[in-house]
């Protein structure tokens, strides 16, 4: 038998450390702030939304994080062992703390006389990132590591992994592997090459300085750290390594297709405003935005911009600042916006002026005012009286006197010969018949949202306009009387499939197509014959209006065959002139020719089609 005293000191030797257990293990819960772990099962990353172009290039990226999470089947072989090898080789081997690393770690510490080498494993460093704070204590190496283990606890090695490589940062603004692929390489992650998949496992030790962009050879010297770690492990096998190291990068032009379509990325945002119940939810929700645009035809319009420009400094020498240009081309028979061009940089001046700027269309405006006068019953052949006049303002005895451009009149012309010159004063006076009240609706009718003033001036175009309602407008005198709006979406998603919003445009008859064709038959002669000639050799069938103010502050062109619409608009923001002789037909057109050139071939080189009611009629006069 034992004692009393013996198996007092026993129950003591069982209870005092058990007793301490507690206590410390209170203690400590109450020191630490462990979250749950299983909070990552309703997780949801901040994601990346991709804009897509019109044959589903991936050109642009919204976000707050730029990533885009992918599941773990997506990612290669080689692409998930890189970050293993380099990170954590013994991953699929630890619970959550590697033991031996740890023990590996700091006896190499002690050899060199400071901390050189971690041990953080990927559970830890998804838990840090996750959960606790980039500062470095004790508290929270313990904090990491027992959340480490939970985690090891809840969730299998693959889950971890995934949720590691959705959630990585490594550089660019990029977070996690998919995200990273397109950044550097413009590919999926699942298209990665070994060496590729190598240069992103890279990163994880100093994003911004190992960026290939900016250092390629620290980026091959770290890659190549990787690769030899991957055939150390056994990864990879030695031939396969030596291959890979030998191998030089390719990368994706750092943001080449932002640089370009910037105008037009700010344009889709206001349209994806209208289309989700939270304007932020463009940047955080992993959306799929297929849009309009054409990159190809984008280059093109840079292109003529660039040596419209060039030309301009040519003419004038000692200008210093050379004016701004606007380009708008449309698709006719959808309304897609293919280009969208708001500036010369959108970088130094990401002002829109493509949907921004109200500006005087000058005498770009009149196509309107003779599609009221069609409407109305006149015919191309109506006579006009093209002459100097003048009008008395009856409150201030203001006398006006409208001129033609350099002074030059006609006599009696036919309405069409009015508009092919662009002659003020005859549609001064096809105003005043028409009615001033019946144009401003026409306009209306057009969906111009400008505030008319009831006034003859109108005839010269002087009410500013947006310049993509009034490429919006001439649409629908391309498209037989028909309205569409400006369409840059054509679908938005989410990750998961869901469609949010797809374009289902619905024309609108704002006139009769005979109407329509008449003033289309009219502008071709435009081409042929008036303003715009020097556009009459392209080997295509063309229709289109020259613009000039009165003050030469604006110049325009808008031209336009049956499949593509194109506005360009030349000026100055405030205050600056073009010179007196930067008509239209000088500072524009040259730009549309330079585009329309390089892009209609891209569509069928069609005719305008004649309204059936027109050709039966057009049929009958011939007979006679």
Request: with cysteine; net charge positive.
């Amino acid at each position: 038998m034992y004692s009393r005293t013996t198996i007092k000191l026993a129950i003591l030797l069982i209870l005092i450390p058990g007793i301490f257990g507690v206590s410390f293990g209170y203690a400590l819960v109450n020191y630490l702030d462990i979250p749950d772990v299983k909070q990552l099962e309703s997780y949801k990353p901040k994601s990346t939304a991709r804009l897509y172009a019109d044959d589903d290039t991936l050109f642009a990226e919204l976000f707050v994080e730029k990533r885009i999470p992918i599941p773990i089947t997506q990612m290669p072989y080689h692409l998930k062992y890189a970050f293993i090898a380099i990170e954590d080789v013994r991953f699929y081997k630890h619970f959550g703390i590697d033991v031996r690393g740890i023990g590996r770690a700091a006896y190499r510490n002690i050899i060199r006389g400071g901390i050189s080498e971690g041990a953080s494993t990927i559970t830890q460093q998804l838990a840090r990132n996750l959960f606790l704070t980039p500062k470095r204590s004790f508290k929270r190496k313990i904090e990491e590591a027992m959340l480490a283990i939970q985690i090891e606890r809840t969730y299998s090695k693959d889950e971890i992994l995934n949720m590691y490589l959705n959630l990585i940062y490594l550089g660019e603004g990029a977070h996690g592997v998919e995200a990273a692929s397109y950044t550097y390489f413009h590919k999926k992650a699942s298209e990665l090459t070994l060496e590729e998949s190598a240069t992103l496992a890279a990163l994880t030790k100093s994003p911004s300085k190992l960026s290939p962009f900016k250092n390629m050879a620290k980026t091959l010297e770290r890659r190549n750290t990787v690769l030899r770690k991957m055939y150390e492990a056994g990864f990879i096998n030695e031939k396969t390594y030596t291959e890979a190291a030998k191998t030089q990068l390719v990368l994706a032009p750092l943001r080449a297709y932002e640089k370009k379509t910037g105008y037009f990325i700010e344009y889709v945002k206001q349209a994806l405003e209208e289309h989700l119940d939270d304007a932020q939810d463009m940047y955080t929700k992993g959306l799929n935005i297929k849009t309009t645009v054409n990159l190809k035809m984008t280059e093109y319009a840079y292109e003529a911009i660039d040596k419209g420009i060039q030309a301009y400094k040519a003419r004038h020498p000692n200008v210093k600042t050379p004016p701004e240009v606007a380009l708008i081309a449309i698709e006719v028979k959808t309304g897609e916006v293919k280009v969208l061009i708001g500036g010369r940089d959108f970088a130094t001046s990401p002002y829109n002026r493509a949907v921004q700027a109200r500006r005087q269309p000058g005498s770009s405006f009149k196509p309107i005012i003779y599609l009221t006068a069609l409407e109305q019953g006149l015919t191309p052949n109506y006579m006009l009286l093209d002459a100097p006049l003048s009008f008395t303002n009856p409150y201030t005895k203001i006398v006006w006197h409208p001129k033609n451009y350099k002074n030059e009149y006609y006599g009696s012309v036919t309405m069409r010969k009015a508009l092919e010159l662009s002659l003020n004063t005859a549609t001064v006076r096809l105003l005043e018949k028409v009615g001033i009240d019946n144009i401003i609706e026409m306009a209306k009718r057009l969906n111009i949202s400008s505030n008319f003033e009831r006034n003859m001036s109108l005839a010269l175009g002087t009410t500013e306009i947006l310049p993509i309602e009034l490429a919006a407008a001439y649409g629908t005198f391309a498209r037989g009387g028909e309205y569409i709006p400006p369409i840059a979406l054509r679908n938005v998603a989410t990750n998961e499939g869901e469609e949010l919003y797809n374009e289902r445009p619905e024309g609108e008859r704002v006139v009769a197509p005979e109407t329509a064709y008449a003033l289309v038959d009219i502008m071709k002669g435009v081409v042929q014959r008036g303003t715009a000639r020097s556009a009459s050799k392209m080997p295509y069938f063309l229709a289109g209006k020259t613009g000039t103010t009165d003050d030469f502050k604006d110049a325009w062109f808008i031209g336009f065959s049956p499949n593509l619409l194109c506005l360009v608009w030349v000026g100055y923001d405030k205050g600056g002139f073009l010179s007196n002789k930067e008509s239209g037909g000088a500072a524009a057109l040259p730009i549309w020719i330079d585009f329309m050139s390089k892009s209609l071939p891209l569509f069928p080189n069609d005719d305008f089609t004649v309204p059936e009611q027109t050709g039966r009629a057009q049929g009958k006069n011939s007979n006679q």
